[in-house]
């Protein structure tokens, strides 16, 4: 049993009564149902710091369960959506339906900027806006967060005309709830500590938690060491820092998204083969510019990875103890990145077995109580009384083996998931 709020790692016994945890003890205890786990691995249900939620279709009045499935099979109990501005067009809407409906796994919701702009007129994302559009995004910004928001999430990359004023103001609301405010930030690569930089002078500015998405995708050109040491700087001066990162070296996103701008091959090797496409006619293959430019004039919905970051400055990143596990998984249609369905017992595999940069504990804190403490979700923990969301894993087998051209495949090695 490891539970890292407690710091326990021993060979113990767990009692559920009403589902909560009612008791860890070395005795041998007896209940209604018993399961067996001689052998394996219990931990707290795994947190998924950013992912990408299930599309809810206001018709029907159902979920699209895709996210969610691939979530529950590789150990995730939890997952934190609404990430890089991207979200449900209303999230009320969104957050009633999770309790009137009912979903397979925890679901926590950022506000996402995007919603928050789109909600008060059709702006270009290259301009900004005034200040009345703001203080509106601030008063539904305000709604959001006292009906269970977890805080706000920013695609500046997405979203180039959004300025320092928007931010500010976004944030300032944010800190008044003790909320996060998140981000994937305005540049990658050579743009990237700039970018951290603009985020992190935010936060100097309002007090307030923030955290930096997938920074596997944003700094693993040759700018990770530095990155690190950026935000460890802040800490150090009292600022409430952390990052996300998953364990592959290749990114996914819209391929008609600002990502994908003019000057986007010049960043990337200059190499229009880096980047594969994931659906329609060109599903699996490498671009050339002629595919690509047609995919993107197309089809700018569908998603591409880019096989661009090193692979050691990913690994330095998810070593570092002030980075948490997000696997930034997102689907279209079942089409998209591997990490949605193997960022998790990845992890394991490739860090604590195969590559042994991380131990069994410090892999296990990334993936449930740090992220759940980061963000004040009261879940990640098998501490008594709280809820029983519980993995049960075989250290032996555990491994992802979703690829790039299957990127929905079953993981192996995960023996229970209670919720």
């Known amino acids: 049993v490891i539970n890292p709020e407690d710091k326990i790692m021993s060979m113990l016994n767990i009692g559920i009564i009403a589902n909560k945890i009612s008791c860890i003890t070395v005795d041998d205890i007896q209940g209604m149902k018993v399961y067996d786990c001689a052998g394996l691995v219990v931990t707290p249900g795994f947190v998924d710091a950013h992912a990408h939620e299930d599309a809810y279709d206001e018709e029907t009045g159902n979920f699209k369960l895709d996210i969610s499935l691939c979530m529950l099979k590789m150990g995730v109990t939890t997952m934190l959506g609404g990430q890089c501005g991207i979200g449900p067009k209303d999230l009320c809407q969104y957050l009633n339906a999770l309790d009137q409906k009912g979903h397979p796994l925890n679901v926590a919701m950022m506000s996402a900027h995007g919603c928050l702009r789109d909600a008060q007129g059709d702006y270009d994302k290259y301009k900004s806006v005034d200040a009345s559009v703001i203080e509106k995004m601030k008063w539904q910004l305000e709604r959001e967060l006292g009906i269970g928001s977890f805080g706000i999430s920013f695609g500046i990359r997405y979203i180039p005309g959004l300025d320092h004023r928007e931010l500010l103001g976004l944030c300032q609301t944010v800190k008044k709830y003790d909320a996060v405010a998140a981000a994937h930030v305005r540049g990658d690569n050579e743009e990237a500590l700039e970018a951290f930089n603009e985020f992190i002078q935010i936060g100097r500015e309002t007090g307030g938690k923030i955290h930096l998405s997938h920074i596997g995708s944003m700094a693993a050109f040759g700018q990770m060491r530095a990155a690190l040491e950026l935000f460890d700087e802040c800490a150090a001066s009292g600022m409430d820092i952390a990052a996300d990162c998953y364990p592959y070296n290749a990114f996914c996103t ?64 998810l070593k570092h103890p002030r980075t948490i596990l997000g696997s930034d998984g997102i689907l279209n249609n079942g089409n998209g990145h591997p990490r949605a369905s193997g960022s998790f017992p990845r992890f394991i595999r490739e860090y604590v077995i195969n590559k042994k940069l991380v131990s069994l504990y410090t892999a296990i804190d990334k993936m449930t109580y740090q992220t759940a403490r980061k963000f004040d979700i009261p879940k990640g923990s098998l501490s008594i009384g709280k809820d029983a969301d519980i993995t049960v894993f075989d250290l032996e087998t555990i491994r992802d083996t979703a690829t790039f051209s299957k990127p929905v495949s079953d993981p192996e090695g995960i023996k229970y998931v209670f919720i």
């Open 254 to 317: 819209e391929i008609g998204s600002a990502t994908f701008d003019e000057g986007f091959i010049h960043r990337y090797g200059g190499d229009y083969s880096k980047v594969e496409i994931t659906e329609g006619k060109y599903k699996g293959q490498r671009c050339t510019e002629e595919t690509f430019l047609e995919t993107r004039t197309e089809h700018p919905e569908y998603l591409a990875v880019a096989h661009v970051m090193k692979e050691d400055e990913v690994d330095m990143a």
